[in-house]
């Protein structure tokens, strides 16, 4: 049984504890946040999205 968890969900996890153990602040991540949206409708986003899914289907590829 394959488990799937969407990369939203998981970044927003990681950000969570970032913010509660290592000491990034709100403000930090707002930006990030920020950061992804203006990424997102530039000209580089199909190339991140090629990378993002090319990194996925590696590491679902792995036999545990």
Same mark, same amino acid.
């Given at each position: 049984m394959a488990l799937s968890i &969407?990369?939203?969900v998981l970044l927003a996890i990681v950000v969570f504890l970032l913010i509660?153990? &290592?000491g990034l602040k709100? @403000?930090?991540a707002a930006?990030?946040?920020?950061l992804g949206f203006?990424?997102? &409708? &530039?000209s580089i986003a199909p190339t991140i %999205?090629?990378?993002t899914? %090319?990194?996925? @289907?590696?590491?679902?590829?792995f036999k545990f």
């Open positions: &969407s990369a939203v509660r153990k &290592s709100g @403000g930090h930006v990030c946040v920020l203006y990424l997102a &409708s &530039s %999205n090629e990378l899914t %090319n990194v996925a @289907g590696m590491i679902g590829s």
